[in-house]
T-cell receptor
Framework: NAGVTQTPKFQVLKTGQSMTLQCAQD?????MYWYRQDPGMGLRLIYY???????DKGEVPNGYNVSRLNKREFSLRLESAAPSQTSVYFC??????????????FGPGTRLTVT | GQQLNQSPQSMFIQEGEDVSMNCTSS?????WLWYKQDPGEGPVLLIA?????ELTSNGRLTAQFGITRKDSFLNISASIPSDVGIYFC????????????FGKGITLSVRP
């Protein structure tokens, strides 16, 4: 099992460019999440998908869109990148209620720089 | 909101020492999770606690779910250089069990 995978690992964008961050999980988890991590700010939730077919805003959704393509894949899109979106982005997933109902499992991250 | 507080922001210890860190809140939690993030990697779940008073170990790590349900503690014994990283606590947000709230983390440095 690869767990949660993210591509790309690193990306540099110019202001105004667009890109999509990809995330996939092979644990048959229902819920998936996108976070950003900035120095001194901890992990902040951008968007999440509690189950296939649903998406909801998190704490910092502005400037982002998401697509839950299927149960395995959850992508994050930046339509017009801004320097404030320079960050490390993490995808996470979580299984059903029952065993480990709250435990989220993280991918390795995408380090994005917007110049 | 349900915030989790971790302090200090950084801790520096000597290899071989024990270290204790805590996570506190003004709200009650029914689950506490502890994650570790190695430099350049994603957070990895270390320990999950589901019952008030519960004490759980994972190798040299021991975590406790506080009796008041408003705090949790993580102890690392006989630290080694690979213990370096950021340690986060997390708990589910009431009424939104799909979501977690995270502490800001404690960066641990271990001097050889």
């Amino acid at each position: 099992n690869a767990g949660v995978t993210q591509t790309p690992k690193f990306q540099v964008l110019k202001t105004g460019q667009s890109m999509t961050l990809q995330c996939a999980q092979d644990m048959n988890h229902n819920s998936m999440y996108w976070y950003r991590q900035d120095p001194g700010m901890g992990l902040r939730l951008i968007y999440y998908s509690a189950s296939e077919g649903t998406t909801d805003k998190g704490e910092v959704p502005n400037g982002y869109n998401v697509s839950r393509l299927n149960k395995r894949e959850f992508s994050l899109r930046l339509e017009s990148a801004a320097p404030s979106q320079t960050s490390v982005y993490f995808c996470a997933s979580k299984g059903l209620a029952g065993v480990g109902p709250y435990e989220q499992y993280f991918g390795p991250g995408t380090r994005l720089t917007v110049t | 909101g349900q915030q989790l507080n971790q302090s200090p922001q950084s801790m520096f210890i000597q290899e071989g020492e024990d270290v204790s860190m805590n996570c506190t809140s003004s709200s009650i939690f029914n689950t506490w999770l502890w994650y570790k993030q190695d430099p350049g990697e994603g957070p990895v779940l270390l320990i999950a606690l589901y019952k008030a008073g519960e004490l759980t170990s994972n190798g040299r790590l021991t975590a406790q779910f506080g009796i008041t349900r408003k705090d949790s503690f993580l102890n690392i014994s006989a630290s080694i250089p690979s213990d370096v990283g950021i340690y986060f606590c997390a708990g589910p947000i009431t009424g939104a069990n799909s979501k977690l709230t995270f502490g800001k983390g404690i960066t641990l440095s271990v001097r050889p």
